[in-house]
């Protein structure tokens, strides 16, 4: 996969050189391009933003630079054999970024990135290459930050531990909150590792049980029990029939009970006690 970020700070894209992403930089998995937007500036200010049309606080970026710096590195990627490129625009008014979007964009082979500083950009830029590539305006939250860097950080680490050949073992991310299939609307249980015995706090004892069946199951209860606790609209939103007789056993124990028209709502807790 080929990565390009337009950045007027390209320091902050530095993380992108350590842990799994410099790594499967390294390995050649990742091949990263960080481009200094103020280059592609024509004046000794190196301006990159302006007054908005119809007034207003703040400043917006211009079109110029972020047009020249994106066809040259369109041109620049075109050149060294990438193909198919997606623009990803990192922005509080997208999409959410989701983990099935984040396995969507892993399959694509070439991602430029446009983290905005200001107001944003000037729309005319992404009005632009719309009509040339497909682009994604995404969201990381619903919250503000003072530039788009953080979140395209955010966006590559997610999407990079999903390339072949990133994580040391392949099968990590199946069971991930989030992951498409069974935890698709499931946020992961709590884990443990060595030792058995932490300052008074054991772990559960099927999980030394060496039965994987129970093993299984405990790990899909504690998910369902995490989930209702700090993601209840998560289960909301499924349809009945895609949990099994001993997932609809545990949610209702959890006090959740199926609507006629196939989802899931919870029970007052009168009803519970």
């Known amino acids: 996969m080929r990565l390009d970020v337009v950045t007027i ?38 301006t990159v933003d302006d007054t908005p049309y119809g007034g207003g606080p703040g400043m917006v970026m211009k079109t110029e630079p972020w047009g020249d710096c994106l066809d040259d590195a369109l041109a620049s990627g075109y050149e060294s054999g990438a193909h198919s490129p997606v623009l990803v625009v990192p922005t509080p008014s997208g999409r959410p970024f989701t983990q099935e979007l984040a396995v969507e964009l892993s399959e694509r082979p070439w991602l430029i990135f446009t983290p905005a500083r200001y107001e944003g950009i000037d729309r005319r830029v992404m009005d632009e290459y719309a009509t040339r590539l497909p682009v994604y305006e995404v969201s990381i939250g619903d919250y503000v930050l003072a530039g788009g860097e953080a979140a395209v950080l955010v966006i590559t680490e997610a999407v990079a531990r999903l390339l072949p050949g990133v994580l040391g073992n392949a099968e990590s991310h199946r069971d991930d909150s989030f992951a498409p299939g069974a935890m698709a609307n499931l946020l992961e249980g ?3 590792t060595k030792p058995p015995e932490w300052r008074g706090h054991g772990i559960p004892d099927v ?10 199951r405990w790990r899909r209860d504690e998910a369902f029990k995490r989930t209702a606790q700090n993601r209840p609209d998560l289960i909301e939103r499924c349809e009945a029939s ?3 007789k001993k997932d609809r056993e545990t949610l209702s124990i959890l006090g959740w009970a199926p609507e006629p028209g196939g989802r899931f709502w919870r029970r007052p807790r009168a009803v519970e006690e």
């Open 9 to 46: 700070f390209p320091e902050y894209l530095e993380p992108l050189n350590v842990s799994l992403v410099g790594k499967a930089r390294a390995r050649g998995r990742l091949d990263v391009h960080v481009h200094d937007l103020r280059d592609w500036t024509y004046d000794r200010h190196n």
């Open 190 to 192: 709590p884990v443990y």
């Open 207 to 216: 999980l030394l049980s060496g039965h994987h069946g129970r093993i299984a």
């Open 242 to 244: 895609a949990f099994d």
